[in-house]
């Protein structure tokens, strides 16, 4: 069975400043995807990223961006510049994309933006 | 606009009474999901459909029920039954097969009370 870590269940950061949540999973398999998820205080789930298995580029959007580390099983966010609205749990989840499997989510971290 | 609806925003029952939760999405995705979560939890999935008529128990599908006689329409049961029913529930759709990343969308969520 898959699992997903995130060891930090909160996190703060300054306005400006850089922040990486960490993210750790367990699997046998070879091919998968990982994403980012935020929620904010909406609660409204919201794909902030996501990563390929099988590509060694890691995957950024604007201010996001992922450093993946397969043969360590890492999958850390890395929010630079980060503004008030990044206020918000950041989950990170997995995806095996044969068998039809579902997503298999960590924790959560709860990260605060401070002005 | 496509999208996922999920409805009421809140619910509020009295134990020992049923309550169906609505889920519908026009993205003509073929899988859908039904998460519940609490504080400190993450998502936990509740129940998945990877196509009309079909579907799945997830890690916690005891005291729920679902049904999938439509494609867009995913409706889950809190029965009487499910011990702690009070919760945000939140369903998700996605591309099934094993082509494609299968991000999962997901709706607003439901925050069910029972008293």
């Known amino acids: 069975a898959q699992t997903v870590t995130q060891s930090q269940p909160e996190m703060s950061v300054q306005e400006a400043e850089t922040v990486t949540l960490s993210c750790t999973y367990d699997?046998?398999?070879?091919?998968?995807?990982l994403f980012w998820y935020k929620q904010p205080p909406s609660r409204q789930m919201i794909l902030v990223i996501r990563q390929e298995a099988y590509k060694q580029q890691n995957a950024t959007e604007n201010r996001f961006s992922v450093n993946f580390q397969k043969a360590a099983k890492s999958f850390s966010l890395k929010i630079s510049d980060s503004q008030l609205g990044d206020t918000a749990m950041y989950f990170c989840?997995?995806?095996?994309?044969?068998?039809?499997?579902?997503?298999?989510f960590g924790k959560g971290t709860r990260l605060s933006v401070i002005a | 606009d496509g999208g996922i609806t999920q409805s009421p925003k809140y619910l509020f029952r009295k134990e020992g009474q049923n309550v169906t939760l609505s889920c519908e999405q026009n993205?003509?995705?073929?899988?859908m999901y039904w998460y519940r979560q609490d504080p400190g939890q993450g998502l936990r999935l509740i129940y998945y459909s990877q196509i009309v008529n079909d579907f799945q128990k997830g890690d916690i599908a005891e005291g729920y029920s679902v049904s999938r006689e439509k494609k867009e329409s995913f409706p889950l049961t809190v029965t009487s039954a499910q011990k702690n029913p009070t919760a945000f529930y939140l369903c998700?759709?996605?591309?099934?097969?094993?082509?494609?990343?299968?991000?999962?969308?997901f709706g607003p969520g439901t925050r069910l009370t029972v008293t």
């Open positions: 989840a997995f995806m095996i994309p044969s068998g039809n499997t579902p997503l298999v």
């Open positions: 993205l003509n995705h073929d899988a």
């Open positions: 699997t046998s398999e070879n091919n998968y995807y």
């Open positions: 998700a759709s996605s591309r099934a097969g094993t082509v494609g990343s299968h991000e999962q969308y």
